[in-house]
């Protein structure tokens, strides 16, 4: 399955008194990566939504740390396909610092039309789902 890459740099402001990452801060990330997953396929979340108001709404997520992110950190998230249903995606995110795994988790997500009354789950196109995979 299709993965990406999407790099940053652990600002103050993501951290606690200690400079420590606070622990939410990961999940922005994961959301981040997501977002930054679906621009390099060629799918970015604007234009989905700006030209046929699909979004990627979530719908269960999950993270396990193994060491500590830390001011002025560099780390890279490495975001892989893990489940592609007809109407949802599961993408598993890796942070790694210098090389090693720090934390991971997942995010699930469905592919919902937001053009009616409320968001509509619906089928993940045969195109999209090509560049998935």
């Known amino acids: 399955m299709k993965s990406t890459e999407y790099s940053f740099t ?11 990452v606070f622990f939410p801060n990961f999940y922005k990330w994961m959301d981040e990566a997501t977002h930054d997953f679906l621009g390099q396929i060629g799918y970015p979340s604007s234009k989905l939504y700006e030209q046929e108001k699909i979004g990627v709404p979530l719908l269960e997520a999950k993270c396990e740390f193994k060491s500590p992110l830390l001011f002025e950190d560099e780390v890279t998230v490495v975001s892989t396909v893990s489940e592609l249903h007809d109407k949802v995606i599961k993408l598993n995110h890796d942070f790694y610092k210098n090389g090693v ?3 991971g988790g997942y ?14 789950a619906v089928s993940i196109p045969e195109e999209v789902r090509n560049a998935l995979s």
């Open 101 to 103: 795994r720090v934390a």
């Open 10 to 20: 652990v600002r103050w402001g993501d951290t606690d008194a200690a400079g420590i």
């Open 107 to 120: 995010t699930l997500r469905a592919w919902a039309y937001f053009g009616g009354e409320r968001p509509k």
